[in-house]
């Protein structure tokens, strides 16, 4: 019998990432997730097998060379590793902090299937934080093309496809309405789940590529896009301006103060650093008994928001805990810093007092239907169960839609009516010749990562329409 | 010169100030109706403000304020060849402005310049135009000499009387006397819903410039709704410019009221430099 290698022994279980205890976080800004070490980004890089047909990659939106980054860990080339990382991703700090891997990479892993996926995230974190320790290395430019592109909108999908356009040449402006660059990053995402220096840190990198930034500069109302086609000298557009039309209830009392939509709150809080009221000028009015309407990442960031600023926090949503649309690990940290959630129950009024402000709200009680065609389980309302809640502060993070200025001010572009998204084909190419788009404005709300493939598959597209243009 | 610096200051009353400010891409895009969101630093608010005029080849535009907040009061500090960190605009929806025929234009306290605006536009559209400007007291009204050059008629009224009419009584008389076509009203929430209570009972047209609170100014917050005609309106985005008849007043006046509180205490902690916004007075 012949002698068989002892195999090396596989570990089946993940480094775990240090986090802020709950009990000390819920009352900070700061980060809560803190990040590897290097030795334990040594021993977690260790355990990738270096699969010959990486399923990883296939699962990546932007298909990052992840095998090839996490050797460059483990063999401590670190400068190395980031040139593969950011030759796909321009944006990895990021990324390794907000992207959903356990539905993406890590869902692919192998490794998933006799214990946990290798920590993709948390690598590719380890790196970009490496980066931003050790300076940064521009990559090279090829030669100017002499194209002029305009980027509409410094979010996720317009700063990857101003990156990916001038790192192949071309000219590129990005007009951003808003007084900070960064779009969701900056306004919508919390700063405990993704510090803004580490944003900012991402748009310099963008600047230093040598995109021209114009900030607080709204398109549709300075220049519309087919002004910056015709006098502006723009060959291409992308346009990228995300889903920031908040939604409402629709139901009596919503205009009460204490009525926040999620957006307002998060503007608040996040952009306009409300929490650091006075030394920053724009206030919040938080009472102590928060209720959060809705299931998704944004409900969650505006309750773990809530509680940071001193209020009981109570999540009201309609479906029950198996269909919240949130982040599995979102979930679990809203509630161990104090969340507390009630299922199958939806508002029907809010009631105010004579100042204008909320002091309580009507709610019934749902029930889940059969699963539709789509396997989504409806609800519906259980007669007589109407019930009330005693609160001083409501904030509605049931969704958002794109913005209706770009859609309005631009002849010929082609909008789906009902969502108010742009119809583009699958690289982003929108109904007007060299106009492209891509991330929320053209899907409805997503995800951070998605919105950021969009911009790469455009970028390509805008490419080769570009290369070809006469 | 450099973008958002201020080309001219001028007081208009005590604590009531018009600035003109160098904003090439602002100026050529702006019409009456539309407003500004001004920055005043990295930890500064956005605060909206009414265009009141531009000149396109000058590239500047015009914005008024009353120094009543911390963020009015700083900007009223500013001199001359100082810069505003940031200026965004042009925002909202142009006012409609056509032949109507006789048109009376309301203005009150500050938002009497940005109402002159609009009577100068109506009367460049053939309209004849009436305009009626008001203030609290005497020493706070603005721009007398400019509103009887801008119309064919001038009428200056007070609240306390002592200047021109006592209050806004006067308006039922002058409609019984005269048939106006389409009314515009630009200034405190009280004054508009005022105005536009008597305009319907003439059943005159009544276009009204709300202020609400508002962040971005552009759709994304949703903190300047206002309920017109039962519905739901967004100032920033389907406004500033609303149907007077149908606008939900009271609520409007219990919205702009929400954060008094924390505007007074902020204002009074930079007036004592303790707001730790490294901006203070002191």
């Known amino acids: 019998m012949a002698e068989t290698k002892p195999k090396p022994k596989i570990k089946k279980e993940a480094i775990e990432m240090r986090k802020q205890d709950p009990k000390v976080r819920a009352k900070n800004f700061s980060e809560v997730a803190l990040g590897y070490d290097e030795a334990e ?34 063999e401590k080339r670190f400068a190395e590793g980031v040139v593969a990382l950011k030759g796909k991703n321009a944006l990895p700090a990021v990324c390794g902090r907000v992207c959903p891997q356990e539905e993406q990479c890590q869902e692919k892993c192998i490794l998933g299937k006799i214990g946990q996926p290798v920590s993709i995230g948390r690598l590719e974190r380890y790196l970009a934080d490496w980066e931003r320790e ?38 590129v402006t990005m007009f951003e309405a808003l ?26 990198y963008i ?54 939509s999620a957006n307002e709150f998060l503007i608040r809080v996040n952009l306009m650093k409300a929490y650091k009221f006075p030394e920053y000028d724009t206030p919040i009015r938080l009472g102590k008994h928060v209720v959060v309407i809705g299931g998704g990442n944004v409900a969650m960031d505006c309750a773990r928001c809530s509680m940071r600023l001193g209020a009981n926090v109570c999540l009201l949503y309609r479906r029950s805990r198996d269909e919240l649309p949130a982040r599995k690990e979102e979930i679990e940290n809203a509630e161990e810093e104090g ?12 009631h105010g007092d004579e100042k204008g402000w909320v ?43 794109p913005n209706p200025i770009i859609q309005m001010t631009t002849e010929g572009l082609q909008v789906n009516p009902k969502h108010g998204t742009i119809n583009v084909d699958e690289n982003g190419k929108t109904s007007l010749e060299g106009v492209y788009a891509g991330g929320d404005v053209a899907t409805g709300a997503a995800t951070v990562i998605s919105a950021m493939g969009a911009g790469k598959r455009a970028a390509k597209a805008m490419h080769e329409y570009l290369m070809n243009k006469k | 010169m450099k973008t958002y610096e201020i080309v001219a200051k001028t007081e208009l009353a005590p604590k009531e100030i018009l600035f003109e400010i160098y904003a090439p891409d602002i100026a050529v895009k ?26 396109r080849k000058k590239g500047t535009v015009s914005f008024a304020f009353h120094e009543v907040g911390k963020t009015t009061k700083e900007l009223g500090l500013l001199k001359v060849g100082d810069r505003i960190a940031n200026v965004t605009g042009p925002l909202g929806k142009p006012s409609e402005i056509k032949k109507f025929g006789k048109v009376l234009c309301v203005g009150g306290s500050i938002m009497i310049a940005p ?45 306390d009387g002592s200047q021109g009419h006592k209050g806004l009584d006067f308006l039922k008389e002058l409609l019984k006397k005269e048939k106006f076509d389409h009314c515009v009203a630009l200034g405190p929430v009280v004054m508009m819903k005022d105005v536009s209570e008597i305009t319907k009972a003439f059943g005159i047209p009544t276009i009204v410039t709300l202020t609400p609170i508002m962040i971005d100014g552009m759709g994304m917050c949703g903190v300047c709704r206002v309920t017109v005609g039962g519905k739901m309106m967004f100032g920033c985005v389907d406004g500033p410019e609303f149907d007077g008849h149908k606008v939900d007043f009271d609520e409007l006046i219990l919205r702009q009221r929400l954060y008094l509180p924390e505007e007074r205490v902020n204002s009074v902690l930079w007036e004592i430099g303790e707001c730790k916004c490294g901006r203070n007075k002191a």
């Open chain 2, 30 to 55: 702006s019409l009456p109706g539309q407003f500004v969101i001004v920055i005043i630093g990295e930890k500064g608010e956005r605060v909206p403000l009414t265009i009141c005029g531009y000149d």
């Open chain 1, 339 to 350: 969340l507390v959630c009630k299922f199958l129950a939806a508002p029907l009024r809010f």
């Open chain 1, 41 to 74: 980004a040594l021993e977690e890089a260790s355990r990738c097998l270096q699969c010959v047909k990486p399923q990883c990659i296939v699962g990546c939106p932007v298909e990052v060379p992840i095998p090839t980054f996490i050797k460059c860990i483990r």
């Open chain 1, 207 to 260: 600047q230093k590529l040598g995109v021209d930034l114009r900030l607080g500069n709204l398109v549709g109302r300075i220049h519309t896009i087919p002004e910056l086609m015709k006098e502006g000298g723009y060959d291409a557009v992308f346009i990228g301006s995300g889903a920031g039309l908040p939604q409402f209830l629709n139901i009596p009392g919503e205009n009460l103060g204490g009525l926040y």
């Open chain 1, 179 to 204: 007084h900070i660059a960064g779009g969701v990053l900056v306004y919508g995402i919390p700063e405990f789940r993704l510090p803004k220096v580490i944003v900012q840190n991402e748009v310099n």
């Open chain 2, 115 to 159: 109402m002159l605006l609009q009577a100068k536009a109506m009367k460049e559209a053939g309209n004849h135009v009436t305009t009626v400007i008001g203030a609290r007291i005497k020493e706070a009204l603005i721009m007398e000499k400019e509103a009887h050059a801008a119309s064919d008629k001038a009428i200056v009224a007070t609240d």
């Open chain 1, 359 to 401: 002091k309580s709200m009507d709610c019934i009680a749902m029930e889940l239907c059969e699963p539709d065609a789509k396997g989504r389980r409806s609800v519906k309302p259980i007669p007589g169960s109407e019930f009330s809640m005693e609160v001083d502060t409501v904030i509605i993070a049931i969704g958002q839609t």
């Open chain 1, 134 to 171: 050790h300076g940064f290395q521009l990559p090279e430019r090829a030669k100017p093309t002499g194209k002029k592109v305009a980027i509409v909108g410094a979010g996720p999908a317009g700063l990857t496809a101003a990156a990916d356009l001038i790192k192949l040449g071309h000219e």
